[in-house]
């Protein structure tokens, strides 16, 4: 039986084989592995801006009869409210200027103006009533966020 093929190996010892699947299941896993932790180290990349730091808007028991409410409608049509318990003028936005510098004139440094946009109001108009705000030099200017419907 010396000359068999089909024989075992000498002194009765199994020849040593690799097994390929096991190493490729933890190339794999390795693999997986590198892939999640390299997808996780992003890294933003942002410009340093200084933002302006929010001031609470002041509580309504402390708003005056003087507080003009300026509303601005999904529509582009301006509101005009003079105290808290006035009621709403339906006004032009060629009105604001012009309404803006007589309560700013009347009112000199306690004049105080809350903006407000409509639910679905476009930006635009708002920043340019705001601009408006700084030209007739009101310096306590408050954007309201809370969503109500126009003219209230």
Same mark, same amino acid.
């Given at each position: 039986?010396?000359?068999?093929?089909?024989?075992?190996?000498?002194?009765?010892?199994?020849?040593?084989?690799?097994?390929?699947?096991?190493?490729?299941?933890?190339?794999?896993?390795?693999l !997986?592995?590198?892939?999640?932790?390299?997808l996780?180290?992003?890294?933003?990349?942002?410009?340093?801006?200084?933002?302006?730091?929010?001031?609470?808007a002041?509580?309504?028991?402390?708003?005056?009869?003087?507080?003009v409410?300026?509303?601005?409608?999904?529509?582009?049509?301006? *509101?005009?409210?003079?105290?808290?318990?006035?009621?709403?003028?339906?006004?032009? $936005?060629?009105?604001?200027?012009? &309404?803006?510098?007589? *309560?700013?004139?009347?009112?000199? $440094?306690?004049?105080?103006?809350?903006?407000?946009?409509?639910? &679905? !109001?476009?930006?635009?108009?708002?920043?340019?009533?705001?601009?408006?705000? &700084?030209?007739?030099?009101?310096?306590q200017?408050?954007?309201?966020? $809370?969503?109500?419907?126009?003219?209230?």
């Amino acid at each position: 039986m010396a000359g068999s093929s089909s024989a075992p190996a000498e002194d009765g010892k199994k020849k040593a084989r690799i097994e390929i699947i096991p190493l490729i299941d933890v190339i794999f896993f390795l693999l !997986a592995t590198f892939v999640l932790f390299t997808l996780s180290l992003n890294k933003l990349a942002s410009l340093p801006i200084d933002l302006p730091a929010a001031v609470p808007a002041p509580p309504s028991d402390k708003v005056d009869e003087t507080t003009v409410f300026l509303n601005i409608s999904d529509q582009g049509t301006c *509101y005009w409210k003079q105290g808290a318990l006035g009621s709403p003028e339906l006004i032009s $936005t060629a009105e604001i200027r012009p &309404r803006l510098q007589d *309560y700013a004139d009347r009112n000199g $440094t306690q004049a105080r103006v809350f903006l407000q946009g409509d639910m &679905r !109001a476009r930006f635009g108009p708002v920043v340019l009533a705001l601009d408006e705000v &700084r030209r007739a030099h009101i310096a306590q200017v408050s954007v309201q966020t $809370t969503v109500q419907p126009s003219g209230k």
